[in-house]
C-alpha cells in the first residue's frame, strides 16, 4: 500500500499546492476582514474544495482517455469562448464570465487548460514536423485562436499568459531557436521601446548579436531583424491608439510615482505593503496596509501584499519557495516522463503557472507593468482556482503515469 | 523519451530561467523588507494613523464679583482635507459657502504646506443654512466637513471691547514667531486679556491618533486610544474689574471720545477701564468681514485705538496736586504761604491768565479752586529739575507695566528735553509756567492719571495696575493669586493731608470746581482739569477718589473735545463712584441731570 501510494502521488507537489491554497484562504479572510467583503472568503473556501476535489479526480483520469478527449474539450471551450462573448455579462469593464448560480466561471480559464492538452496532443503526433511552415501554423493556431478571442472580451492578461504557453512549448518540442527568435524578439522589443529609444535600440543590437551567434542564413536574419525593428517602431503607434485605462498601466509601470492615486496607486501602496511587513510581518489581522484597505480588491491581483505585510518575509519566501518548488518538480517530470504528450502536458502547465507567478509578483513588488493577472492558488476567483488544481492534477496524473509510453 | 538530449539541454535552460528569476524576486524581498523596511514602514503608518487635534474650550472670564463675562457658543466651521478633496468641486463648494473660489484655493493650499491630511479650516462660523447644505451634499463633497468650534461670547452688557480684547486665526508670520504650538488656522488671543493671558486661556490642544481607512474615512482609535494626548482646558481668569462699574461707565461716554480709568487702590486692580469710541467684539467673535476691518481701520475716530492707555494729552489742572506735594515736601511752602490772585500773571511782558479772581490764596484752597496763578508762581518758586523729580515719583513719563494693554508713556518734559529740544540757555522760565497748570508739553495717558489718584487716594502707596486677579486651573482647581508690585512716594503725612483736603474740598465745598463729582452719602475727593487742545475745543478731565477717608475707588475720567472737565467729565466720575460703592445707581434720573446742567458756570 505505502509503496502503491508512493509510486502513484507526487506527494510533494500535493501538498505544496494543498498548503499554498490554505494560506490564500487565509490571505483572502484577512484582505476582506475589513472590506466587508466575507463574501469572497466563503466562496472561496467552496471553490477550494471544489478545486482540490477536482485536482484528486485528474490524477485519476486514465492516461489514455486525457489524450483521446484533448481535441473535444478545446473545442467545447472555444465554443463557450464564442458564447460567452455574445451572452457573458460584464465585470470590470470585460465580458468574459458565465453565471452559474452565485458562482461565476470563466471560459478563458478553462481554455487555459484545453488548450495545453490539445497543444500537446498536437505536438506529440509523430507525423508533426515543426519544420514544416503548415503544422507551425497549425501548433501556433490552437494557442492564437483563444488569443483571438479574449482579446475581444478584452482580457489583456489572459491573452498575454497564451502567449507564454506557446513559446516554451513549441521550444520544448523542438521548434528551430531561430523562430522561437522570431516569435520572442518582437515582444521584448515592443516592451523595451516604451521604455524609450535608448533601451529599443540596446534590445535591437542584442538581437543582431544573438543573431550572428547562432549562425542563421543572412536572408532569414535580415527578415527577423527589420521585422523587430518595425514592431519597435509601430509600439509607439499603437500606444496612441490604446484604451485610455491600458495607456494608464504602462504609463504607471513607466513611472509609478509620477500619478500616485492613479494607475500606479495599487503599485505603491503594495510595495508599502510588503516593505512595512519587514522580517517577520505586523501580525495575522495587524496589517494596517490590508486592513485598512488601501488597495482595491486586494483579494484579486494583490494578494501576495497580504501575506507579505501580515507575515513579513518569512511568509512570502515561503510562498515564493513553494511555487519555486513546484515549478521545479513540473520541470523535472516533464523531463523524466516517458510519453512526448506527458512531457508536454507537464511543461504547458508548467509554462502557465510559471507566467501567472512571475508576472504577478513582478507586478505586486513593482518590478512589473500592472496586468490583471491573478497569482495561482492564492487569488480569489473561482474558475481560476479550479483551473490552477486541475492544471496540477494534469501534473499529478502525468507522475502517476509517468513510465507510460 | 524520444529525444532525451533536447529535454536535458531544455530542463537545463527552465531551471536557470526560473533560478534567476525566484533569486531575483527573493532579492527584491530582502530589499523591500530589510533594507527598505523602516522607511515603508513609516509611509505605511502615516497611511493609515492621523493625528487630529481636538481644540480646548478657551478659558472663561469673570469679572471680581464673580460674574461671568467672557463665555463660549458653539460655532460651525466648514474645513477642507487637501488630500481628499477632489479640485473639480471647488465650484460647487464656492457657491455653497458663498465664498470666493480664490479664497478656498488658496486656504487649501495653505493647509496642504502643513498637512495634506489634516483638515483645514475655509470658512469659520457658518450659518446653520450653509451647515445643511454640507451637511446634505457630503456624499457630492469628499473632504469637505464641518467641526464645532467655540466661539467668545460676552453675556453682560459689559463689552470692555479694548480691556478683553478680540481673538483670531494666527497669521503666517505669527506662526513662525510663536513655535511649534500653534497650527494653522488656530485662533490665537490678539488684544487686551485675550492676547496678553493667551498662554493661560488657550489651554493645550489634545491629540487623537485615528485609523483611517484608504478613502480617509475613520475606522477606529489607535491603539483604543492609549496614545492619545487628552487636552487640557483653558484656565479660568477672574479680573479685577467690575462688570457693572463698566458697563456704566462705557454707557456714559457713548457718543463721546474719552476714556475712563478707575482703579482699586488698595491693589491696583483695575475696576473699570473704558475708550470710547470701540467696537463690538462680536465682530471678532467668528468672520470678521473685510468691510468692517477696513471700516474699523479708516474710522478717523480710531475705534481700535485704545485712549485709556496710549493717549498723550497734557493733563490740565489734575496735574496741579503734582506741583504742590513737591513744593510742600522739599519745603518750598508750608500751609500758610499764600500769593494774591488778581486774575493774571505776568512773567516779563507775557501775560498768563485764570480764570477767576482769587485773591489770597493758600494750597488747599488754590486746589481747591483751581487757582492758576498760584501754580504760575509756584511753579517758577520750584522750578523744574524738582517738579520732574516728582512727576517721575508718580509715575509719569513712564509705562505704568500694566498687564495686558499697549501703553504710551506719555512726556514728563526736564531740563534735558528742553536742552535738546530748543538748545542750552535757548529756552526761559516762560516755558515752565504753564507747567504748573498741566499744560504745554506735557503728555500722559488716563492709566497713568488713574494711578496718580491712586497715589493721591494711598497717600504715597502707588500698586502697578493689573487686570487680572486669579487664574483658575481647570484641571486641579489650583488658583494662581496674581499682586501687584507696591511702591510708594515717602511724603510727610501733613503735606498729603494738606493735598487731599484740597480735594475733598474742591468736590464738596462751594467755590471748588468738582462739585459736578459729587454723590450723597459718600464723601467724594477729586479735581477736575481742562486740557486746552490747539485743534479744537478743550478736553475735560477729571481725576478722584472715594470714600475720602478710606479710598475704596480712583478715577480718572477724559472726555475729548468736550470743554470744562468739572461740565462733562467730573459728573461721569461721580455716578461710576456711585455705583462701584452701592452696586447700583441711587439717584433717579431727574436728580442726575441738575447736576450736570446745573455745574455748567462752574468754572475750571
Redesign the interface.
Known amino acids: 500500500m505505502q509503496n502503491w501510494f508512493e509510486d502513484k502521488i507526487q506527494l510533494g507537489i500535493l501538498l505544496a499546492t494543498v498548503v499554498l491554497v490554505c494560506l490564500g484562504i487565509i490571505a483572502i479572510y484577512s484582505a476582506t476582514y475589513d472590506a466587508g467583503a466575507s463574501a469572497y472568503f466563503y466562496k472561496q473556501i467552496i471553490w477550494a474544495c471544489v478545486g482540490l476535489f477536482t485536482m484528486l479526480v485528474v490524477i485519476f483520469i486514465p492516461f489514455r482517455t486525457l489524450q483521446l478527449i484533448s481535441y473535444p474539450l478545446y473545442g467545447i471551450s472555444i465554443f463557450f469562448l464564442v458564447a460567452v462573448l455574445a451572452l457573458g455579462k460584464s465585470i470590470a469593464g470585460s465580458t468574459s464570465w458565465f453565471g452559474i448560480g452565485s458562482l461565476g466561471l470563466q471560459p478563458s480559464e478553462i481554455t487555459k487548460v484545453t488548450s495545453i492538452l490539445a497543444l500537446a496532443s498536437y505536438l506529440s503526433d509523430k507525423r508533426i514536423n515543426l519544420h514544416k511552415f503548415k503544422n507551425l501554423a497549425v501548433a501556433s493556431g490552437i494557442i492564437l485562436l483563444p488569443v483571438t478571442l479574449i482579446l475581444l472580451q478584452p482580457d489583456m492578461g489572459t491573452a498575454i499568459i497564451f502567449i507564454c504557453l506557446l513559446v516554451p512549448i513549441l521550444f520544448w518540442a523542438g521548434a528551430s531557436h531561430t523562430l522561437l527568435i522570431f516569435l520572442i524578439a518582437p515582444a521584448l522589443t515592443a516592451i523595451a521601446a516604451l521604455f524609450g529609444t535608448t533601451l529599443f535600440l540596446i534590445t535591437i543590437i542584442l538581437l543582431l548579436l544573438l543573431l550572428f551567434v547562432i549562425k542563421e542564413n543572412k536572408f532569414i536574419s535580415a527578415i527577423i531583424f527589420s521585422f523587430t525593428v518595425l514592431v519597435g517602431i509601430s509600439v509607439q503607434f499603437i500606444y496612441g491608439r490604446l484604451a485610455p485605462y491600458q495607456q494608464k498601466r504602462i504609463d504607471a509601470f513607466l513611472d509609478p510615482a509620477g500619478d500616485p492615486l492613479g494607475a500606479g496607486y495599487n503599485v505603491i501602496q503594495s510595495k508599502v505593503a510588503i516593505g512595512s511587513g519587514g522580517i517577520f510581518g505586523k501580525g495575522f489581522l495587524e496589517g494596517t496596509q490590508t486592513q485598512l484597505n488601501f488597495i482595491p480588491a486586494q483579494w484579486t491581483d494583490f494578494i501576495y501584499c497580504v501575506p507579505a505585510e501580515e507575515f513579513g518575509f518569512i511568509g512570502a519566501f515561503l510562498i515564493l519557495i513553494l511555487f519555486a518548488y513546484i515549478l521545479f518538480k513540473g520541470v523535472h517530470l516533464a523531463s523524466t516522463v516517458k510519453s512526448r504528450y506527458a512531457s508536454l502536458v507537464c511543461i504547458g502547465v508548467v509554462s502557465v503557472l510559471a507566467s501567472h507567478i512571475i508576472i504577478n509578483i513582478g507586478m505586486v513588488m513593482g518590478m512589473m507593468p500592472v496586468i490583471g493577472v491573478p497569482l495561482p492558488f492564492l487569488s480569489y476567483g473561482g474558475s481560476f482556482l479550479l483551473s490552477c488544481t486541475f492544471m496540477v492534477g494534469l501534473l499529478l496524473n502525468m507522475y502517476s503515469n509517468r513510465k507510460e509510453y | 523519451?524520444?529525444?532525451n538530449s533536447?529535454?536535458?539541454y531544455?530542463?537545463n535552460?527552465?531551471?536557470v530561467i526560473?533560478t534567476v528569476?525566484?533569486l531575483?524576486?527573493?532579492a527584491?524581498?530582502?530589499q523591500?523588507?530589510?533594507l527598505?523596511?523602516e522607511?515603508?514602514?513609516v509611509?505605511?503608518?502615516e497611511?493609515?494613523?492621523r493625528t487630529v487635534s481636538i481644540m480646548p474650550i478657551r478659558g472663561y472670564i469673570y469679572d471680581r464679583n464673580g460674574v461671568l463675562v467672557v463665555d463660549n457658543r458653539p460655532s460651525y466651521s466648514i474645513s477642507v482635507t487637501p488630500a481628499e478633496f477632489d479640485i473639480k468641486n471647488i465650484e460647487f463648494l464656492s457657491s455653497i459657502l458663498f465664498l470666493d473660489k480664490q479664497e478656498i484655493l488658496d486656504r487649501i493650499a495653505r493647509g496642504k504646506k502643513y498637512n495634506r491630511f489634516a483638515p483645514t479650516r475655509v470658512k469659520r462660523d457658518v450659518d446653520f443654512q450653509t451647515l445643511a447644505f454640507v451637511e446634505e451634499y457630503a456624499e457630492r463633497l469628499p473632504g469637505v466637513a464641518y467641526q464645532i468650534e467655540s466661539k467668545r461670547y460676552y453675556p453682560t452688557s459689559a463689552k470692555a471691547a479694548h480691556l478683553f480684547g478680540y481673538t483670531k486665526e494666527i497669521s503666517d508670520r505669527q506662526l513662525i514667531e510663536k513655535g511649534s504650538y500653534y497650527k494653522q488656522g488656530d485662533i490665537i488671543g490678539a488684544t487686551g486679556v485675550e492676547g496678553g493671558y493667551e498662554n493661560f486661556l488657550r489651554g493645550e490642544k489634545g491629540y487623537q491618533l485615528i485609523?483611517?481607512?484608504?478613502?480617509g474615512k475613520i475606522?477606529g482609535h489607535f491603539n483604543d486610544g492609549k496614545n492619545d494626548i487628552p487636552l487640557v482646558e483653558g484656565n479660568e481668569l477672574e479680573l479685577t474689574i467690575d462688570a457693572g462699574v463698566q458697563a456704566l461707565a462705557e454707557s456714559l461716554l457713548t457718543g463721546k471720545r474719552g476714556a475712563v480709568v478707575a482703579i482699586d487702590p488698595s491693589d491696583g486692580g483695575i475696576i473699570a477701564l473704558v475708550s470710547k469710541p470701540d467696537f463690538d467684539l462680536d465682530w471678532f467673535s467668528g468672520v470678521t468681514p473685510t468691510e468692517i476691518w477696513k471700516q474699523l481701520n479708516t474710522d478717523d475716530a480710531r475705534p481700535l485705538y485704545n485712549r485709556a492707555t496710549l493717549t498723550s494729552y497734557p493733563p490740565g489742572s489734575t496735574f496741579k496736586m503734582l506741583l504742590a506735594a513737591a513744593a510742600l515736601d522739599k519745603g518750598i511752602i508750608n500751609e500758610n504761604w499764600r500769593i494774591n490772585c488778581t486774575g493774571s500773571f505776568k512773567l516779563g511782558n507775557k501775560v498768563f491768565k485764570d480764570l477767576h479772581v482769587h485773591g489770597s490764596t493758600n494750597v488747599v484752597e488754590a486746589i481747591q479752586r483751581s487757582c492758576n496763578v498760584f501754580f504760575y508762581q509756584l511753579m517758577l518758586k520750584t522750578g523744574l529739575e524738582t517738579w520732574t523729580y516728582y512727576g517721575k515719583e508718580f509715575g509719569f513719563g513712564s509705562p505704568t507695566g500694566i498687564d495686558i494693554m499697549e501703553e504710551n508713556s506719555g512726556l514728563l518734559p526736564s531740563v534735558e528735553y528742553y536742552d535738546s529740544r530748543y538748545g542750552k540757555n535757548k529756552w526761559t522760565q516762560g516755558y515752565l509756567v504753564s507747567l504748573g497748570i498741566g499744560q504745554g508739553e506735557l503728555g500722559v495717558s488716563p492709566l497713568q492719571l488713574a494711578g496718580y489718584a491712586m497715589v493721591l487716594a494711598n497717600e504715597g502707596k502707588y500698586y502697578q495696575p493689573r487686570v487680572v486677579s486669579n487664574i483658575k486651573n481647570k484641571e486641579n482647581n489650583n488658583v494662581l493669586k496674581i499682586t501687584s508690585k507696591m511702591r510708594e512716594l515717602k511724603l510727610a503725612k501733613s503735606t498729603w493731608q494738606l493735598i487731599r483736603e484740597g480735594l475733598y474740598r474742591a468736590v464738596n465745598v462751594p467755590g471748588g470746581t468738582g462739585g459736578a463729582a459729587k454723590v450723597p452719602g459718600i464723601a467724594v475727593a477729586g479735581k477736575t482739569g481742562t486740557a486746552q487742545n490747539p485743534h479744537g475745543k478743550d478736553h475735560a478731565w477729571f481725576v478722584g477718589f472715594a470714600p475720602y477717608e478710606n479710598p475704596k475707588i480712583a478715577i480718572c475720567v477724559l472726555v475729548e473735545n468736550s470743554g470744562y472737565g468739572g461740565v462733562f467729565a467730573a459728573p461721569i466720575a461721580g455716578l461710576c463712584i456711585e455705583k462701584y460703592i452701592y452696586g447700583e445707581i441711587i439717584r433717579n434720573k431727574i436728580s442726575q441731570q441738575p447736576i450736570i446742567t446745573d455745574l455748567k458756570d462752574i468754572k475750571d
Open positions: 523519451m524520444n529525444d533536447i529535454n536535458q531544455g530542463k535552460i527552465f531551471y526560473f528569476l525566484f531575483i524576486f527573493a527584491r524581498l530582502i523591500l523588507q530589510f527598505f523596511q522607511e515603508y514602514g509611509i505605511s503608518k497611511n493609515s494613523i485609523t483611517v481607512d484608504a478613502k475606522v
